[in-house]
């Protein structure tokens, strides 16, 4: 039996239920699986209410089928709450233990946009971005125009960090960014990604923590070519000359280090740490602006992923 608007109207005050173990989940995905038939029903709650299911209906508009399908005052709802949140958005973190990401100095932001190919720029809270590239849909597929003609083609949704400043011992304070999006690294490849980025920005980076697999990854390019890199299950696991940090490591390890880094520092977070910005909680102090959702593909709006995110 085909469900629609009827039916929603009687699930959905089951989405107000918060105990653990309410029926809260189950009847949003049931909904969820109604598709577009419920989407003008849903629209209608936003405006006419009841009051009480207008923030559910919103959440389910938006899994559905993004910000895209909100009408022009939800839109505009959501874009001021972001704003608000991005006066008082500090401090900010990204994730410690595992993930991976590119950096690329902060000033250089506009190339990295360029080499990257990246399109429709928007503010967002950092809360906000990480959700997007991690955890939520970050990968679109669809069909170019016209669609007899063209194939199934995809675009990515990353994420753009604000700000952090780098104390690095030998050299001057350097704001890095961080770029964040699962799928996007992985399939287009982050190591050849951080290349490409380096001949715009002069220098870009990509790591990896991988606890799942016990493994580890750093890679240093710098003018378009790889300069430095380790990898957990590399072979070798080092590639090309110590880095200057490197070297303080090798040579002051004690004797229980000494092996550990007899050919360079194996810890993407130590590196990141002393080459651009360790992932983690970020001081306020050394964190400016703000981050930016973008796209892969010109055609597929950010607004276009489906998927509520926290601001």
Not at 93 to 117: I, K, M, N, Q
Not at 260 to 284: F, I, R, T
Not at 288 to 306: E, I, N, Y
Request: overall charge negative; charged content about 30%; proline content about 7%.
């Amino acid at each position: 039996m085909a469900l629609g608007p009827r039916e929603l109207d009687q699930l959905l005050p089951y989405t107000l239920d918060r105990r653990a173990r309410g029926p809260r989940r189950e009847v949003q995905s049931i909904i969820e699986l109604m598709g577009d038939a419920v989407l003008p029903r849903l629209r209608e709650i936003r405006r006419e209410g009841p009051g009480r299911l207008r923030g559910n209906a919103l959440e389910i508009l938006i899994n559905l089928g993004g910000a895209d399908v909100l009408d022009e005052v939800d839109r505009r709802v959501v874009e001021r709450l972001v704003r608000i949140k991005l006066l008082d958005e500090r401090p900010v973190g990204t994730p410690s233990e595992a993930g991976r990401w590119l950096a690329f100095p902060a000033d250089r932001l506009d190339d990295a946009v360029a080499a990257l190919g990246l399109h429709d720029l928007r503010p967002v809270t950092t809360v906000m971005g990480m959700a997007a590239a991690t955890r939520a849909a970050d990968a679109l597929d669809f069909q170019g125009r016209p669609a007899s003609q063209s194939e199934i083609q995809r675009a990515y949704r990353v994420f753009i960090t604000p700000e952090f400043e780098s104390w690095l011992a030998d050299g001057p304070i350097k704001n890095w960014r961080m770029l964040w999006g699962n799928s996007f690294l992985d399939e287009l490849d982050g190591f050849r990604l951080a290349r490409e980025l380096s001949e715009r920005c002069g220098e870009a980076h990509f790591y990896v923590l991988d606890p799942y697999n016990s493994a580890e990854n750093w890679y240093v390019a710098r003018d378009g070519r790889r300069v430095r890199s380790y990898g957990s299950y590399d072979y070798p696991q080092f590639t090309g000359d110590p880095l200057p940090f490197e070297a303080w490591y090798m040579e002051n390890a004690d004797e229980d280090e000494a092996e550990e880094y007899s050919e360079g520092v194996p810890h993407a977070s130590q590196a990141a740490d002393n080459l651009s910005v360790e992932p983690g909680p970020q001081l306020a102090e050394h964190t400016h602006g703000h981050g930016w959702l973008a796209t892969t593909h010109p055609a597929v709006p950010t607004t276009r992923f489906k998927g509520a995110l926290p601001v």
